[in-house]
């Protein structure tokens, strides 16, 4: 396939945006580990629906076409808030998928690259939530042999290899990590965290949903106090952002794996995990009409894993084992539920503090999660002296 073959589309009308959320059915076609998402979300997204984005800053959709059938699609996207805060101009690619083929991979970026010049950015980083998130971040580079948990990301091998072809470097990895409860000694963990409580002077709440609002305050305030500064692709986000989240992940809530831990009325450190739904969206194809909504209520009765999707401690007592302490309440849950398997993910590769306390709970890293970046005067500057 040549570049001479291909069109590239801006996504604008409704057999556009149908055709952008139905390509990853094209790419993933008989893939067992693939989860599909379900297509209403993806389709008010577009419309921008319910998409944090359209608060942050300007965004597009693109397509790639050969002989009239799509063969690849990318999101791009600048956060004006994160601009301000760490004082760049830089845009993010998301929702990136291809067939393999590096002219059209080329010719996806090509377009993403010159929308984010055309405003004035200076480099690209990706892929990245497509909602301003953790979720589905990042191309898979190790562990890709199985199905995603819940809101990670699931790629194809050859991505990697599609972005780095057009000059991109690595941005920073994540790692996922995998706990099998029956490895996990109890009693020699208990006298541990135990120890460790006592020590340092803090207890470890179960989050209180009806007190919601003041709970993501807590969280908050742990937020502000915990995002190191080498994180440039972070910014703390609102009170009014945190207590929205916790409350659109609310009917997902079962009662479990949600801790705040607290020296005395000073939150140091939370936890958010949830059931791992992605067992119950593999059996839904991407709709709820019009079986979805039984297969959602059978197949949520079997899940047997759960995702803790972020968990955090204030800088200022990170050395007196919170997150260890978090993650042996998350195991007693563990016995009430009977789960087959926590992953706890993404941590930053810089992360130590985290990576060292998950480690010691006992996971396993299993999974690694990379993103890229590209400086467009340095890829010029390539181009000149090829």
Not at 171 to 184: C, G, L, S
Request: net charge positive; glycine share 6%.
């Amino acid at each position: 396939m040549g570049p001479s073959d291909l069109e590239i589309r801006s996504v604008k009308t409704a057999d556009e945006r149908r055709a952008f959320v139905e390509f990853q059915w094209t790419v993933y076609k008989d893939d067992k580990n693939w989860v599909p998402p379900l297509k209403s979300d993806t389709k008010k997204m577009l419309k921008g629906k319910g998409n944090p984005l359209s608060q942050n800053g300007e965004y597009a959709f693109f397509m790639v076409y050969k002989d009239k059938k799509p063969v690849g699609r990318v999101m791009v996207a600048i956060d004006e808030e994160l601009n301000r805060v760490r004082g760049f101009k830089q845009g993010f690619f998301s929702m990136f998928e291809c067939i393999d083929d590096e002219n059209a991979a080329k010719a996806l970026l090509d377009a993403a690259k010159t929308w984010l010049e055309e405003k004035g950015m200076e480099r690209m980083i990706g892929p990245l939530s497509p909602c301003n998130g953790d979720d589905r971040k990042g191309f898979v580079i190790m562990g890709n042999d199985g199905p995603p948990v819940l809101l990670n990301a699931y790629t194809k091998h050859y991505y990697p290899k599609l972005v780095e072809k057009y000059g991109f470097e690595k941005n920073d990895d994540h790692y996922a990590y995998i706990f099998d409860p029956k490895d996990f000694d109890i009693s020699k963990h208990a006298k541990a965290v135990e120890y460790a409580k006592r020590k340092g002077g803090f207890r470890v709440d179960k989050l209180n949903v009806k007190d919601i609002e003041n709970e993501a305050r807590d969280i908050h305030r742990i937020l502000q106090n915990s995002v190191p500064e080498e994180w440039d692709y972070l910014v703390t986000p609102s009170l009014d952002a945190v207590i929205s989240e916790f409350k659109d992940l609310l009917p997902f809530y079962d009662g479990h794996y949600c801790y705040i831990a607290r020296k005395g009325d000073i939150p140091i450190g939370f936890m958010v995990a949830l059931p791992d739904y992605n067992q119950v969206l593999r059996h839904m194809n991407g709709k709820i009409l019009p079986l979805g909504w039984a297969k959602y209520l059978y197949y949520k009765r079997k899940i047997k894993g759960a995702r803790g999707i972020v968990q955090m401690v204030d800088r200022n007592y990170q050395n007196l084992g919170v997150n260890y302490a978090m993650y042996f309440e998350v195991y007693k849950d563990w016995l009430k539920t009977k789960l087959d398997y926590f992953e706890a993910s993404c941590i930053d590769e810089t992360n130590l503090p985290s990576r060292l306390g998950i480690e010691r709970a006992g996971g396993k890293h299993y999974r690694t999660y990379r993103t890229y970046k590209l400086d467009f005067k340095k890829k010029h500057d390539l181009q000149q002296s090829s």
